[in-house]
C-alpha cells in the first residue's frame, strides 16, 4: 500500500517478555518517528531516525525501550522486560524531508494505524 | 518548555450544529508549526491542516477553517454543518524550531455527532 504500514496490529504479551513492533514508512520518506499512545491521551513522542541514523531517542521511557532502523527504511521498536505501563498503542509516522534544516515540518507526518500492546 | 492545551475534553453535538474545538500552546520558539489532526475509530492520524507561525491568515477547506490568533496563543478549528462522519477524537500539536521535528500533542478533544 501507499501508506505507513504497522505490524502487528495488536500484541498480547505476559508481563516479562520481549515485543518487537514493525513500521515500514511510505517509500522515499527519509523521517522517521515513534509515538506512544496512552489511553485518552495524545501521542507522546519516542523516538526519530534521518534514514537509518538514530538523531533524538529523549523520549524512550527506559533502557528496555530500543529502535533501530538499520537499512534507513523499515524500523522495528523493542520492548525488552515488559511491563503492564507499557501497555498502549504505538504509533509510527513518516515524513518526505530530513532534519538538513532545524525545522523538520515543511512537510506533515503520515501515521499508521498503530500497534495496540496489552500487558498482562 | 513547549504545552498543547486541549480544554475540551469531550464535545457531543446533534447533526448539522457547528462546532469549534480549542487548542492554546505555549512555546517560546519564534518558529514554529501548528497542526490539527484527526483520529477515527480505526486508531490512525489523519493530517487536516498545517499553520507556520508566520501566517496568521485564517483557512478554509470545505466545511472545516481555522483561526490561528498568536496574540492569544490559539489555533482553534471549526466545522461546519456537522456530520456524523466527523465523529473522532481531534488532536492540536506543535512542532518548534531546534528539535528534530517531533510533534506535541494536546489530549485531544472527542467529537461526537449525533444523528
Known amino acids: 500500500g501507499a501508506g505507513v504500514s504497522q505490524s502487528p496490529r495488536y500484541k498480547v504479551a505476559k508481563r516479562g517478555q520481549d515485543v518487537a513492533l514493525r513500521c515500514d514508512p511510505i517509500?522515499?520518506?527519509?523521517?522517521l518517528f515513534w509515538y506512544q499512545q496512552a489511553l485518552g491521551q495524545g501521542p507522546e513522542f519516542l523516538t526519530y531516525f534521518q534514514n537509518e541514523a538514530q538523531l533524538d531517542k529523549s523520549g524512550l521511557p527506559s533502557d528496555r525501550f530500543f529502535a533501530e532502523r538499520p537499512e534507513g527504511s523499515v524500523s522495528t521498536l523493542k520492548i525488552q522486560r515488559t511491563q503492564q505501563e507499557d501497555s498502549a498503542v504505538y504509533l509510527c509516522a513518516s515524513s518526505l524531508v530530513s532534519t538538513a534544516l532545524r525545522i523538520n515540518s515543511n512537510q506533515p507526518q503520515h501515521f499508521g494505524d498503530g500497534t495496540r500492546l496489552s500487558i498482562l | 518548555a513547549q504545552k498543547v492545551t486541549q480544554a475540551q475534553t469531550e464535545i457531543s453535538v446533534v447533526e448539522k450544529e457547528d462546532v469549534t474545538l480549542d487548542c492554546v500552546y505555549e512555546t517560546r520558539d519564534t518558529t514554529y508549526y501548528l497542526f490539527w489532526y484527526k483520529q477515527p475509530p480505526s486508531g490512525e492520524l489523519v493530517f487536516l491542516i498545517r499553520r507556520n507561525s508566520f501566517d496568521e491568515q485564517n483557512e478554509i477547506s470545505g466545511r472545516y477553517s481555522w483561526n490561528f490568533q498568536k496574540s492569544t496563543s490559539s489555533f482553534n478549528f471549526t466545522i461546519t454543518a456537522s456530520q456524523v462522519v466527523d465523529s473522532a477524537v481531534y488532536f492540536c500539536a506543535l512542532i518548534g524550531s531546534g528539535n528534530t521535528g517531533k510533534l506535541i500533542f494536546g489530549q485531544g478533544t472527542t467529537l461526537q455527532v449525533k444523528p
Open positions: 517509500s522515499g520518506h527519509v523521517s
